[in-house]
């Protein structure tokens, strides 16, 4: 019988949670970026081998939340928890032992699904203090970047699962629509070229994604919260704007694979973060009962 089932990858902001999603599924869905809480919603992958099938979801970092906005990604991150069939708790090896999931999630219960604590970033671990890592049956050593410990980690997971008919077709690799990873890409590209806290202001939607015309048409809007922040987006001339264009549609014409016209504009709406009309818009979720 194979094996199928939801692997929730959790941890604490910039512990490195994209790039396991990424190396587990062998292509770049989730957007990666030193700056923390660059995730804010659940990014699905599927690994599938000859017997098992990985459903495996990337979550925003457990943090706790300021604004309606990180709120929303903490309920995500707690729903993911709830839905998987197993847990990979992924930690920042270089701070030495972690935190139970219960402590960094501050749940009030154990999660029901069995858990993994993965210890990542190995290859920033001096040789002499390795053997002070924590090690036991459910802790694993890796490094996301290099790959080093993927297959333990891979077989570790693989013997939790449920025995299940594969969920998905073989070759899918994600659940999400394209317009999704478009508009993500275009969040990274904005993440990688502006500073400060514009990057953390900004929201992006595809608006119209036409697949009939060559190249590609994608029209989207990246949203700020201030005037002053939609000046620095677009810069002196539009030069801004256009070197983000140039390089998202770069990234998105490798992921679909054909030629792309991107199309971006920007608008304010003003303190969208904290508004929960608009997190609805964009798609967040906040929770509607008590937290775990």
């Known amino acids: 019988m194979p094996k199928a089932g939801i692997v929730t990858v959790v941890g604490k902001p ?18 990666t970026s030193p700056k923390p809480q660059s995730t804010r919603d659940r990014v699905v992958g ?3 081998s000859d017997d098992a099938q990985m459903v495996i979801l990337d ?35 270089t701070e030495g032992n972690p935190p139970s999931l219960i402590e960094a999630a501050e749940l009030s219960s154990a999660p029901r699904a069995p858990v993994l604590t993965v210890l990542n970033k190995s290859d920033a671990v001096p040789a002499a203090r390795r053997t002070e890592l ?52 275009v969040r990274e590209t904005v993440l990688e070229q502006l500073h400060d806290e514009v990057p953390y202001s900004v929201a992006v939607q595809v608006e119209e994604f036409r697949e ?38 770069k990234k998105i014409e490798a992921f679909v694979g054909a030629r792309v016209y991107l199309d971006l504009w920007v608008k304010v709406l003003a303190n969208w973060r904290k508004n929960p009309g608009s997190l609805s818009r964009f798609g967040y979720q906040l929770a509607t009962g008590k937290s775990k």
Request: aromatic share 6%; net charge negative.
């Open 14 to 31: 910039n512990v490195g949670k994209s790039t396991l999603l990424n190396r587990i599924v062998g292509q770049k869905l989730s957007i």
């Open 46 to 48: 599927i690994h599938t």
């Open 59 to 93: 979550t925003p970092g457990l943090l706790n939340p300021r604004y309606p906005l990180q709120q929303a990604m903490r309920s995500t991150a707690l729903r993911a928890l709830d839905d998987a069939d197993v847990i990979v708790y992924l930690a920042d090896a």
């Open 134 to 185: 924590p090690a036991g049956e459910d802790v694993v050593t890796i490094s996301a970047l290099t790959g080093d410990g993927i297959p333990e980690l891979m077989a570790r997971i693989v013997l939790h699962l449920p025995e299940s008919p594969f969920l998905y077709p073989d070759e899918d690799i994600s659940t999400l629509p394209v317009r999704f990873f478009v508009a993500e890409m």
């Open 212 to 249: 009939d015309r060559s190249p590609l048409y994608i029209r989207a809007v990246i949203y700020v919260e201030r005037d002053s922040q939609k000046a620095i987006v677009i810069g002196s001339k539009g030069a801004q704007i256009r070197q983000l264009g140039e390089a998202a549609r």
